[in-house]
Each structure stands twice: as structure tokens, then as C-alpha cells.
């Protein structure tokens, strides 16, 4: 088994944090180290996403200025979050945990290709309730999801079996 599959996810996913983090320290200091109220607007329109910056009028970005200049000074360097660890631990064992039903049948089996027919329909099973949750989720219909699901995953293995994986 490859657990070092959800370490490198999960050190991917701190590492995704960090960026984040830094960035949004970069755009505070921009705002606060600017004197022109103009550039500062512009850098917090930017930085919101277009439906709420679209909605906004220009002296309410001049208040956000202000307000932002008010806050206590921000660390110089972005660190990590006990939800930073927590989260790495949850993508860790979210990879860790797809992984390890597909892998079941290998322990059990002394037949390998039998094993993998049945890895693979775990693996199919786990794509259709992954898709299925996924259009629970959002305004899609369910089954429609889990079937594209499926389908999307059997033309990944096709892809990989081209490339000579």
C-alpha cells in the first residue's frame, strides 16, 4: 500500500495554505502602503471576487481602505494553522482512505487478475457515489453526476493505457 500517496497530497495541501496565506498578507500591505486611494481600490477590487466587487460603489472601497490601514500590523511571514494540520490530516486520509478499498482484494487474493476485476469495480462503485454525492451537493441531478463520474474515470484509465501506463 502507498500511504506516501496522501502524505504528498496532504503536504501539497499545506503548502497550497502558505501560498494563500502569503498572498493575502501582500495584498494587505499594498493597501495599507499606499497613499493613492485610486491604486488601493483597484488592488481590493481585484482581490474580491467579480459579483461582490461589481456591487460595491467607489467610496465603499475608500472605507474598506481605511478600515484595512486600521488593523494591527500583520506578521512578516505566513505560518500554519492548528485548521492548516487538520486539514492536511483530512486530505491525507481522504487519499489514504479511497486508496485503500482498491487495494483490499490484493491482500486477500492469490489470484491477481481476479483481484484487480474487483479492485476495479470498487474502484468504479467509489467513482459513481462520489459523483452522486457531488450532485447532491450542487443543483445537478445525482445519478447524471455519478454516471459522468464513471464515464470521466474510465476515459482517465483509457488516457493512462495510451500513454503506456
Not at 98 to 103: A, C, T, W
Not at 124 to 133: K, M, V
Request: hydrophobic share 50%.
Amino acid at each position: 500500500m502507498q500511504p506516501g500517496l496522501g502524505i504528498i497530497d496532504a503536504a501539497l495541501y499545506l503548502v497550497g495554505c502558505l501560498s494563500d496565506r502569503g498572498h493575502k498578507l501582500l495584498l494587505l500591505r499594498q493597501v495599507r502602503q499606499t497613499s493613492d486611494c485610486d491604486e488601493a481600490s483597484q488592488i481590493i477590487a481585484d482581490a474580491l471576487p467579480p459579483l461582490i466587487a461589481s456591487h460595491l460603489r467607489w467610496d465603499e472601497y475608500g472605507s474598506l481602505q481605511r478600515e484595512l490601514s486600521q488593523l494591527p500590523e500583520p506578521p512578516l511571514r505566513p505560518g500554519f494553522t492548528k485548521a492548516d494540520w487538520r486539514g492536511a490530516l483530512e486530505v491525507f486520509l481522504l487519499v489514504f482512505g479511497s486508496i485503500l478499498p482498491m487495494v483490499i482484494p490484493f491482500t486477500f487474493m492469490s489470484n491477481a487478475g481476479m483481484a484487480l476485476r474487483i479492485s476495479n469495480g470498487i474502484a468504479i462503485l467509489l467513482l459513481f457515489f462520489a459523483g452522486y454525492t457531488l450532485g447532491r451537493h450542487t443543483s445537478e441531478r445525482p445519478w447524471r453526476v455519478g454516471v459522468a463520474m464513471v464515464m470521466l474515470g474510465v476515459a482517465m484509465v483509457g488516457v493512462a493505457i495510451a500513454l503506456g501506463g
